[in-house]
Protein backbone atom coordinates (compact mmCIF):
# COMPACT_ATOMS: atom_id res chain seq x y z
CA UNK A 1 0.00 0.00 0.00
CA UNK A 2 1.23 3.73 -0.78
CA UNK A 3 0.35 4.97 2.97
CA UNK A 4 2.47 2.39 4.60
CA UNK A 5 5.19 2.44 1.93
CA UNK A 6 5.77 6.41 2.09
CA UNK A 7 4.92 6.37 5.73
CA UNK A 8 8.09 3.59 6.61
CA UNK A 9 9.98 6.02 3.73
CA UNK A 10 9.67 8.81 5.78
CA UNK A 11 10.23 7.10 9.43
CA UNK A 12 13.45 6.19 7.39
CA UNK A 13 14.80 9.76 7.22
CA UNK A 14 14.92 9.56 11.26
CA UNK A 15 18.28 6.50 10.88
CA UNK A 16 20.69 9.10 11.33
CA UNK A 17 19.33 9.51 14.78
CA UNK A 18 17.84 6.18 15.75
CA UNK A 19 18.96 5.65 19.14
CA UNK A 20 17.28 8.43 20.10
CA UNK A 21 14.37 7.60 18.07
CA UNK A 22 14.00 4.50 19.50
CA UNK A 23 13.71 5.93 23.00
CA UNK A 24 11.11 8.29 21.98
CA UNK A 25 9.26 5.25 20.88
CA UNK A 26 9.69 3.27 24.06
CA UNK A 27 8.57 6.11 25.78
CA UNK A 28 5.53 6.63 23.85
CA UNK A 29 5.23 2.63 24.28
CA UNK A 30 4.96 3.44 28.29
CA UNK A 31 2.74 6.51 27.61
CA UNK A 32 -0.01 3.88 25.69
CA UNK A 33 0.30 0.50 28.36
CA UNK A 34 -0.13 3.47 31.55
CA UNK A 35 -3.47 4.28 29.23
CA UNK A 36 -4.54 0.59 29.65
CA UNK A 37 -3.66 0.50 33.52
CA UNK A 38 -5.31 3.59 34.79
CA UNK A 39 -8.94 2.48 33.47
CA UNK A 40 -8.35 -1.05 34.53
CA UNK A 41 -7.22 0.74 38.03
CA UNK A 42 -10.07 2.44 38.15
CA UNK A 43 -12.45 -0.46 37.45
CA UNK A 44 -10.75 -2.75 40.39
CA UNK A 45 -11.53 0.42 42.79
CA UNK A 46 -14.81 0.24 41.61
CA UNK A 47 -15.76 -3.10 42.64
CA UNK A 48 -13.16 -3.12 45.78
CA UNK A 49 -15.85 -0.81 47.04
CA UNK A 50 -19.03 -1.79 45.72
CA UNK A 51 -17.69 -5.53 47.11
CA UNK A 52 -16.67 -3.62 50.58
CA UNK A 53 -19.92 -4.82 52.54
CA UNK A 54 -19.02 -7.20 55.66
CA UNK A 55 -15.42 -6.65 55.43
CA UNK A 56 -13.29 -4.96 57.70
CA UNK A 57 -13.02 -1.65 56.63
CA UNK A 58 -9.30 -1.44 57.40
CA UNK A 59 -8.71 -4.60 54.81
CA UNK A 60 -10.80 -2.03 52.16
CA UNK A 61 -8.92 0.68 52.88
CA UNK A 62 -5.48 -1.45 52.66
CA UNK A 63 -6.59 -2.60 49.89
CA UNK A 64 -7.65 1.03 47.99
CA UNK A 65 -4.75 2.33 48.77
CA UNK A 66 -2.03 -0.39 47.15
CA UNK A 67 -4.06 0.50 43.60
CA UNK A 68 -3.68 3.68 44.08
CA UNK A 69 -0.27 3.33 45.07
CA UNK A 70 -0.06 1.47 41.59
CA UNK A 71 -2.48 4.05 40.27
CA UNK A 72 0.18 6.93 41.03
CA UNK A 73 3.32 4.65 40.39
CA UNK A 74 1.83 4.60 36.51
CA UNK A 75 0.92 8.29 36.78
CA UNK A 76 4.81 9.11 37.80
CA UNK A 77 6.02 6.95 35.15
CA UNK A 78 3.81 8.75 32.43
CA UNK A 79 4.55 11.91 33.64
CA UNK A 80 8.22 10.96 33.13
CA UNK A 81 7.86 9.73 29.71
CA UNK A 82 5.90 12.49 28.33
CA UNK A 83 8.22 14.86 29.61
CA UNK A 84 10.85 12.85 28.05
CA UNK A 85 8.73 13.22 24.23
CA UNK A 86 7.99 16.93 25.14
CA UNK A 87 11.74 17.74 25.31
CA UNK A 88 13.10 15.16 22.43
CA UNK A 89 10.60 14.77 20.09
CA UNK A 90 10.52 18.76 18.44
CA UNK A 91 14.31 19.07 18.90
CA UNK A 92 14.14 16.00 17.03
CA UNK A 93 11.90 17.15 14.30
CA UNK A 94 13.32 20.41 13.92
CA UNK A 95 16.91 18.78 13.32
CA UNK A 96 15.71 15.78 10.68
CA UNK A 97 13.40 18.42 8.89
CA UNK A 98 16.65 20.57 8.10
CA UNK A 99 18.38 18.03 7.38
CA UNK A 100 16.15 16.68 4.78
CA UNK A 101 16.22 20.36 3.69
CA UNK A 102 19.92 20.05 3.04
CA UNK A 103 19.37 16.55 1.43
CA UNK A 104 16.93 17.80 -0.76
CA UNK A 105 18.76 21.02 -1.80
CA UNK A 106 23.14 18.84 -2.33
CA UNK A 107 21.06 16.64 -4.51
CA UNK A 108 18.90 19.46 -6.54
CA UNK A 109 22.18 21.11 -7.03
CA UNK A 110 24.03 17.90 -8.57
CA UNK A 111 21.24 17.08 -11.27
CA UNK A 112 21.75 17.77 -14.62
CA UNK A 113 21.29 21.03 -16.88
CA UNK A 114 18.48 18.85 -18.84
CA UNK A 115 16.61 18.11 -15.69
CA UNK A 116 16.66 21.94 -14.33
CA UNK A 117 15.48 22.69 -17.49
CA UNK A 118 12.54 21.05 -17.53
CA UNK A 119 11.67 21.68 -13.91
CA UNK A 120 11.36 24.91 -13.02
CA UNK A 121 13.02 26.41 -10.03
CA UNK A 122 9.70 27.86 -8.35
CA UNK A 123 8.41 24.43 -8.46
CA UNK A 124 11.54 23.04 -6.59
CA UNK A 125 11.43 25.29 -4.17
CA UNK A 126 7.72 24.83 -3.32
CA UNK A 127 8.62 21.22 -3.05
CA UNK A 128 11.19 21.42 -1.10
CA UNK A 129 9.93 23.65 1.71
CA UNK A 130 6.46 21.52 1.44
CA UNK A 131 7.95 18.29 1.75
CA UNK A 132 10.11 19.43 5.06
CA UNK A 133 7.40 20.63 6.57
CA UNK A 134 5.09 17.56 6.22
CA UNK A 135 8.11 15.57 6.95
CA UNK A 136 7.94 17.68 10.85
CA UNK A 137 4.92 17.59 11.25
CA UNK A 138 4.69 13.60 9.94
CA UNK A 139 7.55 12.82 12.65
CA UNK A 140 5.90 14.94 15.57
CA UNK A 141 2.74 13.24 15.21
CA UNK A 142 4.90 9.98 15.38
CA UNK A 143 6.33 10.11 18.35
CA UNK A 144 3.37 12.08 19.99
CA UNK A 145 0.29 10.52 18.66
CA UNK A 146 0.97 7.82 15.72
CA UNK A 147 2.81 5.05 17.54
CA UNK A 148 0.88 5.25 20.88
CA UNK A 149 -2.20 4.93 18.97
CA UNK A 150 -0.54 1.50 17.12
CA UNK A 151 0.39 0.40 20.61
CA UNK A 152 -3.27 1.05 21.91
CA UNK A 153 -4.94 -0.55 19.16
CA UNK A 154 -3.00 -3.59 19.20
CA UNK A 155 -2.79 -4.06 22.74
CA UNK A 156 -6.30 -2.91 23.86
CA UNK A 157 -8.26 -5.30 21.72
CA UNK A 158 -6.70 -8.43 22.54
CA UNK A 159 -7.21 -7.43 26.26
CA UNK A 160 -10.72 -6.28 25.93
CA UNK A 161 -11.73 -9.94 24.44
CA UNK A 162 -9.72 -11.42 27.86
CA UNK A 163 -11.77 -9.29 29.84
CA UNK A 164 -15.03 -9.74 28.52
CA UNK A 165 -15.65 -11.06 24.92
CA UNK A 166 -18.73 -9.77 24.43
CA UNK A 167 -17.84 -6.18 24.91
CA UNK A 168 -14.60 -6.26 23.55
CA UNK A 169 -16.45 -7.31 19.91
CA UNK A 170 -18.07 -3.81 20.29
CA UNK A 171 -14.73 -2.22 20.71
CA UNK A 172 -13.85 -4.15 17.40
CA UNK A 173 -16.63 -3.20 15.73
CA UNK A 174 -15.79 0.18 16.01
CA UNK A 175 -11.91 -0.60 14.82
CA UNK A 176 -14.02 -2.00 11.64
CA UNK A 177 -16.58 0.90 10.78
CA UNK A 178 -13.69 3.26 11.16
CA UNK A 179 -11.12 1.46 8.91
CA UNK A 180 -13.89 1.09 6.48
CA UNK A 181 -14.79 4.31 6.22
CA UNK A 182 -11.15 5.55 5.77
CA UNK A 183 -10.59 3.06 3.27
CA UNK A 184 -13.57 4.21 1.05
CA UNK A 185 -12.85 7.85 1.58
CA UNK A 186 -9.03 7.43 0.10
CA UNK A 187 -9.88 5.26 -2.42
CA UNK A 188 -12.07 8.19 -3.97
CA UNK A 189 -10.51 10.67 -3.37
CA UNK A 190 -6.64 9.85 -4.19
CA UNK A 191 -6.91 10.95 -7.60
CA UNK A 192 -8.38 14.26 -7.12
CA UNK A 193 -6.05 15.50 -4.29
CA UNK A 194 -3.19 14.78 -6.72
CA UNK A 195 -4.95 16.97 -9.34
CA UNK A 196 -5.21 19.78 -6.21
CA UNK A 197 -0.96 19.11 -5.29
CA UNK A 198 -0.34 19.43 -9.62
CA UNK A 199 -2.41 23.01 -9.27
CA UNK A 200 -0.21 24.14 -6.00
CA UNK A 201 2.96 23.02 -8.25
CA UNK A 202 1.44 24.99 -11.04
CA UNK A 203 0.56 28.34 -8.49
CA UNK A 204 4.43 28.16 -7.68
CA UNK A 205 5.92 27.38 -11.17
CA UNK A 206 3.80 30.69 -12.83
CA UNK A 207 4.20 33.19 -9.08
CA UNK A 208 7.80 32.74 -9.47
CA UNK A 209 7.89 32.86 -13.11
CA UNK A 210 6.34 36.56 -12.69
CA UNK A 211 8.56 37.31 -9.60
CA UNK A 212 11.62 36.50 -11.66
CA UNK A 213 10.40 38.46 -14.71
CA UNK A 214 9.13 41.81 -13.10
CA UNK A 215 10.38 43.95 -15.72
CA UNK A 216 8.99 41.77 -18.33
CA UNK A 217 5.93 41.71 -16.87
CA UNK A 218 5.52 45.84 -16.34
CA UNK A 219 6.94 46.83 -19.69
CA UNK A 220 4.74 44.26 -21.66
CA UNK A 221 1.95 45.88 -19.30
CA UNK A 222 0.99 41.80 -18.12
CA UNK A 223 0.12 42.89 -14.39
CA UNK A 224 -3.89 42.52 -14.90
CA UNK A 225 -3.10 39.47 -17.15
CA UNK A 226 -0.55 37.32 -15.10
CA UNK A 227 -3.14 37.96 -11.73
CA UNK A 228 -6.12 36.93 -13.73
CA UNK A 229 -3.92 33.76 -14.81
CA UNK A 230 -2.86 33.02 -11.23
CA UNK A 231 -6.32 33.72 -10.50
CA UNK A 232 -7.57 30.70 -12.79
CA UNK A 233 -5.56 28.10 -11.44
CA UNK A 234 -6.56 28.86 -7.69
CA UNK A 235 -10.25 28.65 -8.81
CA UNK A 236 -9.09 25.45 -10.75
CA UNK A 237 -7.37 24.24 -7.67
CA UNK A 238 -10.65 25.37 -5.59
CA UNK A 239 -12.92 23.29 -7.48
CA UNK A 240 -10.77 20.20 -6.88
CA UNK A 241 -10.22 20.63 -3.90
CA UNK A 242 -13.66 21.21 -2.26
CA UNK A 243 -15.31 18.03 -3.21
CA UNK A 244 -11.94 15.99 -1.81
CA UNK A 245 -12.65 18.12 1.66
CA UNK A 246 -16.47 17.33 1.65
CA UNK A 247 -15.73 13.45 2.06
CA UNK A 248 -13.58 13.89 4.68
CA UNK A 249 -16.15 15.85 6.53
CA UNK A 250 -18.51 13.12 6.07
CA UNK A 251 -16.48 10.70 7.50
CA UNK A 252 -15.79 12.47 10.71
CA UNK A 253 -19.45 12.94 11.13
CA UNK A 254 -19.66 9.55 10.18
CA UNK A 255 -16.80 8.31 12.85
CA UNK A 256 -17.96 10.38 15.46
CA UNK A 257 -21.96 8.89 15.23
CA UNK A 258 -20.08 5.08 14.81
CA UNK A 259 -18.20 6.59 18.20
CA UNK A 260 -21.08 7.62 19.86
CA UNK A 261 -23.10 4.32 18.99
CA UNK A 262 -20.54 2.53 20.16
CA UNK A 263 -20.36 3.85 24.05
CA UNK A 264 -24.45 3.87 23.97
CA UNK A 265 -24.32 -0.20 22.94
CA UNK A 266 -21.20 -1.21 25.47
CA UNK A 267 -23.43 0.71 27.85
CA UNK A 268 -26.70 -1.03 27.26
CA UNK A 269 -24.50 -4.62 26.75
CA UNK A 270 -22.52 -4.01 29.95
CA UNK A 271 -26.22 -3.08 31.85
CA UNK A 272 -27.61 -5.90 30.67
CA UNK A 273 -24.83 -8.35 31.76
CA UNK A 274 -24.87 -6.89 34.91
CA UNK A 275 -27.79 -8.15 35.70
CA UNK A 276 -27.13 -11.26 34.38
CA UNK A 277 -24.35 -11.67 37.03
CA UNK A 278 -21.56 -11.99 33.80
CA UNK A 279 -20.07 -8.53 34.29
CA UNK A 280 -19.18 -6.37 37.28
CA UNK A 281 -19.63 -2.33 37.53
CA UNK A 282 -15.89 -2.11 37.91
CA UNK A 283 -15.94 -4.18 34.12
CA UNK A 284 -18.45 -1.75 32.89
CA UNK A 285 -16.25 0.92 34.05
CA UNK A 286 -13.15 -0.44 32.65
CA UNK A 287 -14.70 -0.71 29.31
CA UNK A 288 -16.29 2.82 29.19
CA UNK A 289 -12.69 4.10 29.85
CA UNK A 290 -11.21 1.87 26.96
CA UNK A 291 -14.21 2.74 24.52
CA UNK A 292 -13.45 6.72 25.37
CA UNK A 293 -9.72 6.32 25.11
CA UNK A 294 -10.11 4.15 21.79
CA UNK A 295 -12.10 6.69 20.64
CA UNK A 296 -9.62 9.56 21.24
CA UNK A 297 -7.48 7.55 19.96
CA UNK A 298 -9.07 6.91 16.77
CA UNK A 299 -9.73 10.61 16.16
CA UNK A 300 -6.26 11.16 16.71
CA UNK A 301 -5.77 8.16 14.10
CA UNK A 302 -8.40 9.91 11.97
CA UNK A 303 -6.01 12.93 11.68
CA UNK A 304 -3.10 11.06 10.94
CA UNK A 305 -4.76 9.17 8.15
CA UNK A 306 -6.17 12.70 6.87
CA UNK A 307 -3.02 14.31 6.50
CA UNK A 308 -1.14 12.19 5.31
CA UNK A 309 -3.46 11.77 2.36
CA UNK A 310 -3.24 15.46 2.29
CA UNK A 311 0.35 15.44 2.35
CA UNK A 312 0.94 12.18 0.47
CA UNK A 313 1.44 14.11 -3.03
CA UNK A 314 3.48 16.47 -1.32
CA UNK A 315 5.60 13.61 0.13
CA UNK A 316 5.94 11.78 -3.10
CA UNK A 317 7.17 14.54 -4.73
CA UNK A 318 9.80 15.28 -2.59
CA UNK A 319 10.97 11.55 -2.87
CA UNK A 320 10.77 11.81 -6.21
CA UNK A 321 13.68 14.54 -6.94
CA UNK A 322 15.03 12.66 -4.12
CA UNK A 323 15.72 9.36 -6.36
CA UNK A 324 15.82 11.43 -9.85
CA UNK A 325 19.58 9.86 -10.28
CA UNK A 326 22.02 12.40 -12.25
CA UNK A 327 22.74 11.50 -15.09
CA UNK A 328 26.84 12.00 -14.73
CA UNK A 329 28.37 10.81 -11.21
CA UNK A 330 31.46 9.67 -9.78
CA UNK A 331 31.85 6.27 -10.55
CA UNK A 332 33.01 3.88 -7.72
CA UNK A 333 37.12 4.17 -6.98
CA UNK A 334 37.23 8.00 -8.65
CA UNK A 335 40.39 9.44 -7.30
CA UNK A 336 40.68 13.38 -7.53
CA UNK A 337 42.83 14.77 -10.37
CA UNK A 338 45.97 16.10 -9.14
CA UNK A 339 47.93 18.62 -11.23
CA UNK A 340 47.32 19.33 -14.35
CA UNK A 341 49.42 20.06 -17.20
CA UNK A 342 46.56 20.83 -19.84
CA UNK A 343 46.64 18.15 -22.18
CA UNK A 344 43.35 17.65 -23.81
CA UNK A 345 42.11 15.18 -26.01
CA UNK A 346 38.78 14.06 -27.46
CA UNK A 347 38.91 10.51 -29.35
CA UNK A 348 35.04 9.68 -31.48
CA UNK A 349 33.05 11.40 -28.61
CA UNK A 350 29.74 11.19 -29.52
CA UNK A 351 26.86 12.18 -27.44
CA UNK A 352 22.90 12.23 -27.88
CA UNK A 353 20.52 13.52 -25.52
CA UNK A 354 17.25 11.78 -27.16
CA UNK A 355 18.74 8.65 -28.20
CA UNK A 356 17.69 10.20 -31.60
CA UNK A 357 19.46 13.04 -33.78
CA UNK A 358 23.29 13.42 -32.92
CA UNK A 359 24.11 16.64 -30.90
CA UNK A 360 27.63 16.00 -31.66
CA UNK A 361 29.41 13.11 -33.04
CA UNK A 362 32.79 11.53 -33.93
CA UNK A 363 34.86 14.61 -32.24
CA UNK A 364 38.34 13.69 -32.64
CA UNK A 365 40.78 16.03 -32.05
CA UNK A 366 43.86 16.85 -29.66
CA UNK A 367 44.95 20.37 -28.05
CA UNK A 368 48.51 20.49 -26.18
CA UNK A 369 49.03 21.90 -22.91
CA UNK A 370 48.97 25.92 -23.07
CA UNK A 371 47.35 25.92 -26.82
CA UNK A 372 44.11 28.10 -27.30
CA UNK A 373 41.15 26.19 -29.75
CA UNK A 374 38.49 28.08 -30.47
CA UNK A 375 35.24 26.74 -31.65
CA UNK A 376 32.80 28.19 -34.28
CA UNK A 377 30.10 27.42 -36.05
CA UNK A 378 26.20 27.90 -36.66
CA UNK A 379 23.82 28.01 -33.45
CA UNK A 380 23.12 24.11 -32.69
CA UNK A 381 26.29 22.95 -34.28
CA UNK A 382 27.60 21.36 -31.17
CA UNK A 383 30.12 23.68 -29.24
CA UNK A 384 28.25 24.27 -26.00
CA UNK A 385 27.99 20.55 -25.79
CA UNK A 386 31.26 20.25 -26.43
CA UNK A 387 32.32 22.11 -23.50
CA UNK A 388 29.70 20.60 -21.38
CA UNK A 389 31.38 17.16 -22.13
CA UNK A 390 34.61 18.52 -20.72
CA UNK A 391 33.41 19.80 -17.93
CA UNK A 392 31.04 16.19 -17.27
CA UNK A 393 28.06 17.84 -17.70
CA UNK A 394 27.07 14.99 -19.78
CA UNK A 395 29.16 11.67 -19.90
CA UNK A 396 29.36 10.50 -23.96
CA UNK A 397 27.64 7.54 -25.17
CA UNK A 398 31.11 6.30 -26.97
CA UNK A 399 34.50 7.60 -27.19
CA UNK A 400 36.39 9.18 -24.20
CA UNK A 401 38.05 12.21 -23.16
CA UNK A 402 41.05 12.89 -21.53
CA UNK A 403 43.34 15.17 -19.81
CA UNK A 404 46.68 14.50 -19.40
CA UNK A 405 45.68 11.15 -20.56
CA UNK A 406 43.97 10.36 -18.04
CA UNK A 407 39.56 9.53 -18.71
CA UNK A 408 38.35 12.46 -16.77
CA UNK A 409 35.31 9.67 -15.90
CA UNK A 410 38.01 7.94 -13.82
CA UNK A 411 38.50 11.14 -11.39
CA UNK A 412 35.91 12.66 -9.48
CA UNK A 413 33.66 15.73 -10.52
CA UNK A 414 34.54 18.17 -7.77
CA UNK A 415 38.60 17.51 -8.45
CA UNK A 416 37.96 17.94 -12.66
CA UNK A 417 35.88 20.93 -12.65
CA UNK A 418 38.36 22.46 -9.78
CA UNK A 419 40.63 22.85 -12.86
CA UNK A 420 38.49 23.57 -15.29
CA UNK A 421 36.87 27.84 -15.41
CA UNK A 422 34.50 29.18 -17.74
CA UNK A 423 33.03 32.15 -18.65
CA UNK A 424 29.28 32.36 -20.19
CA UNK A 425 28.49 33.96 -22.29
CA UNK A 426 24.96 34.81 -19.75
CA UNK A 427 27.04 35.49 -16.57
CA UNK A 428 25.24 34.42 -13.61
CA UNK A 429 25.55 35.95 -10.45
CA UNK A 430 23.79 35.75 -6.87
CA UNK A 431 22.19 37.89 -4.62
CA UNK A 432 25.13 38.53 -2.24
CA UNK A 433 27.91 41.23 -2.25
CA UNK A 434 30.36 41.60 -5.32
CA UNK A 435 33.18 39.93 -3.63
CA UNK A 436 31.38 37.26 -2.74
CA UNK A 437 30.13 36.78 -6.38
CA UNK A 438 33.44 36.85 -7.42
CA UNK A 439 35.10 34.14 -5.27
CA UNK A 440 32.64 31.87 -6.00
CA UNK A 441 35.36 29.83 -7.35
CA UNK A 442 37.73 30.48 -4.17
CA UNK A 443 35.97 30.92 -1.25
CA UNK A 444 38.79 31.55 0.43
CA UNK A 445 40.30 34.30 -1.02
CA UNK A 446 41.38 37.44 0.36
CA UNK A 447 40.25 40.62 -0.46
CA UNK A 448 43.72 41.57 -1.83
CA UNK A 449 43.16 38.67 -4.01
CA UNK A 450 39.58 39.84 -5.16
CA UNK A 451 40.52 43.31 -5.82
CA UNK A 452 43.46 42.35 -8.19
CA UNK A 453 41.25 39.67 -9.96
CA UNK A 454 38.75 42.67 -10.54
CA UNK A 455 41.66 45.37 -11.62
CA UNK A 456 42.77 42.39 -14.44
CA UNK A 457 38.92 42.20 -15.53
CA UNK A 458 38.48 45.71 -15.81
CA UNK A 459 35.43 45.85 -13.29
CA UNK A 460 37.90 47.70 -10.48
CA UNK A 461 36.16 51.38 -11.67
CA UNK A 462 32.73 50.26 -11.78
CA UNK A 463 32.95 48.55 -8.39
CA UNK A 464 34.43 51.52 -6.50
CA UNK A 465 31.53 54.00 -7.82
CA UNK A 466 29.18 51.43 -5.88
CA UNK A 467 27.40 52.50 -2.56
CA UNK A 468 29.49 49.92 -0.74
CA UNK A 469 31.90 49.06 -3.14
CA UNK A 470 32.87 45.37 -3.19
CA UNK A 471 30.21 44.72 -0.17
CA UNK A 472 27.39 46.12 -2.91
CA UNK A 473 24.62 43.42 -2.60
CA UNK A 474 24.33 43.20 -6.69
CA UNK A 475 20.44 41.93 -6.30
CA UNK A 476 18.88 38.72 -7.77
CA UNK A 477 20.10 37.75 -10.96
CA UNK A 478 22.16 40.99 -11.15
CA UNK A 479 19.40 43.36 -11.67
CA UNK A 480 21.28 45.94 -10.25
CA UNK A 481 24.32 45.61 -12.54
CA UNK A 482 24.58 46.21 -16.33
CA UNK A 483 25.23 43.20 -18.84
CA UNK A 484 28.67 44.39 -19.42
CA UNK A 485 29.30 44.26 -15.87
CA UNK A 486 27.96 41.09 -15.06
CA UNK A 487 30.28 40.10 -17.74
CA UNK A 488 33.62 41.66 -16.15
CA UNK A 489 32.62 40.06 -12.89
CA UNK A 490 32.40 36.79 -14.46
CA UNK A 491 35.78 37.13 -16.33
CA UNK A 492 37.40 38.53 -12.96
CA UNK A 493 35.46 35.38 -10.92
CA UNK A 494 37.58 32.98 -13.72
CA UNK A 495 41.03 35.35 -13.65
CA UNK A 496 40.75 34.44 -9.37
CA UNK A 497 40.01 30.89 -9.61
CA UNK A 498 43.58 30.50 -11.87
CA UNK A 499 42.77 27.61 -13.67
CA UNK A 500 44.85 25.41 -15.56
CA UNK A 501 41.90 24.85 -18.39
CA UNK A 502 39.65 27.72 -19.68
CA UNK A 503 36.50 27.67 -21.32
CA UNK A 504 35.53 31.30 -22.51
CA UNK A 505 31.83 31.30 -23.95
CA UNK A 506 30.91 34.58 -26.01
CA UNK A 507 33.12 35.59 -22.75
CA UNK A 508 33.33 39.53 -24.59
CA UNK A 509 30.09 39.69 -26.31
CA UNK A 510 27.93 41.87 -23.49
CA UNK A 511 31.15 44.74 -23.71
CA UNK A 512 31.29 47.76 -25.56
CA UNK A 513 34.37 48.16 -28.12
CA UNK A 514 36.66 50.22 -25.83
CA UNK A 515 35.95 47.61 -22.53
CA UNK A 516 36.51 44.53 -24.96
CA UNK A 517 39.70 45.97 -26.26
CA UNK A 518 41.26 46.50 -22.95
CA UNK A 519 39.57 43.05 -21.07
CA UNK A 520 41.15 40.86 -24.37
CA UNK A 521 44.51 41.83 -22.87
CA UNK A 522 43.67 40.99 -19.98
CA UNK A 523 42.56 37.21 -20.81
CA UNK A 524 45.40 37.20 -23.15
CA UNK A 525 47.49 37.45 -20.65
CA UNK A 526 45.38 35.10 -18.24
CA UNK A 527 45.11 32.57 -21.22
CA UNK A 528 49.33 32.18 -21.34
CA UNK A 529 50.66 28.73 -20.33
CA UNK A 530 46.81 27.91 -19.93
CA UNK A 531 45.00 25.44 -22.07
CA UNK A 532 42.11 27.39 -23.61
CA UNK A 533 38.99 27.24 -25.40
CA UNK A 534 36.99 30.10 -27.19
CA UNK A 535 33.09 29.57 -28.08
CA UNK A 536 32.80 32.91 -30.67
CA UNK A 537 30.66 34.09 -33.06
CA UNK A 538 32.27 37.28 -33.25
CA UNK A 539 35.49 36.21 -35.44
CA UNK A 540 37.59 39.08 -34.33
CA UNK A 541 37.51 37.95 -31.08
CA UNK A 542 40.04 34.30 -32.26
CA UNK A 543 42.42 35.84 -34.50
CA UNK A 544 45.07 34.77 -32.23
CA UNK A 545 43.79 31.04 -31.71
CA UNK A 546 46.54 28.50 -32.48
CA UNK A 547 43.75 26.70 -33.52
CA UNK A 548 39.93 26.70 -35.14
CA UNK A 549 37.38 24.17 -35.16
CA UNK A 550 34.60 25.22 -37.36
CA UNK A 551 31.43 22.52 -36.38
CA UNK A 552 28.44 21.88 -38.29
CA UNK A 553 25.47 19.62 -37.48
CA UNK A 554 27.92 18.25 -34.26
CA UNK A 555 30.78 17.25 -36.53
CA UNK A 556 34.20 19.36 -37.59
CA UNK A 557 34.33 20.31 -40.66
CA UNK A 558 37.21 21.98 -41.19
CA UNK A 559 40.28 22.75 -38.75
CA UNK A 560 42.93 25.24 -38.66
CA UNK A 561 44.71 28.78 -38.34
CA UNK A 562 42.60 31.62 -38.70
CA UNK A 563 44.44 32.62 -41.72
CA UNK A 564 44.64 29.06 -43.21
CA UNK A 565 40.71 29.25 -42.90
CA UNK A 566 39.86 32.13 -44.45
CA UNK A 567 41.96 31.49 -47.68
CA UNK A 568 40.43 28.05 -48.14
CA UNK A 569 38.09 28.69 -51.33
CA UNK A 570 34.69 27.73 -50.97
CA UNK A 571 35.12 26.72 -46.65
CA UNK A 572 32.38 27.48 -43.96
CA UNK A 573 34.87 29.37 -41.87
CA UNK A 574 35.50 31.39 -45.00
CA UNK A 575 32.41 32.46 -45.83
CA UNK A 576 31.55 33.69 -42.03
CA UNK A 577 34.77 35.79 -41.95
CA UNK A 578 33.25 37.41 -45.30
CA UNK A 579 29.54 37.94 -44.08
CA UNK A 580 31.42 39.40 -40.43
CA UNK A 581 34.35 41.25 -42.60
CA UNK A 582 32.25 42.23 -45.58
CA UNK A 583 34.99 40.80 -47.72
CA UNK A 584 37.55 42.56 -45.82
CA UNK A 585 41.37 40.42 -46.08
CA UNK A 586 42.14 39.27 -42.70
Do not use: C
Not at 10 to 22: D, H, I, M, Q, S
Not at 331 to 343: M, Q, R, T
Not at 577 to 585: E, I, V, Y
Amino acid sequence: MVFLTLYSRVLGLLAAEKRLAWLLALANIGLAGIGFIEPMLFGRIVDLLAGSAGRPVDDVWADTLKLLGLWSLAGGIGIVAGILVALHADRLAHRRRLAAMALYFEHVLSLPAAFHGATHSGRLLKIMLAGADNLFGLWLSFFREHLSTLVAVLTLLPLALWLNWRLGLLLILLIVVFGLLSAIVVHKTEQAQAAVEGYHSELAARAGDALGNVTLVQSFVRLALEARELGTVMQKLLAAQFPVLNLWALMTVLSRMASTITVLALFLLGSWLHLRGEASVGEIVTFMGFATMLIGRLEHAMGFVSRLFFQMHSLLEFFDVLDTKSGVADKPGAVALGDVKGAVRFEAVSLSYDGGRPAVSELDFDVPPGASVALVGATGSGKSTTMALLSRLWDPQSGRITIDGIDIRDVTLESLRAKIGVVFQDSAVFHRSIADNIRVGRADASLDEVREAARLAEAEDFIQRQPQGFDTIVGERGVNLSGGERQRLAIARALLKNPPILILDEATSALDAATEARIQAALDQLMRGRTTFIIAHRLSTIRKADTILVLDRGRIVERGSFDALVARPGGVFAALAKTQFQGLAP
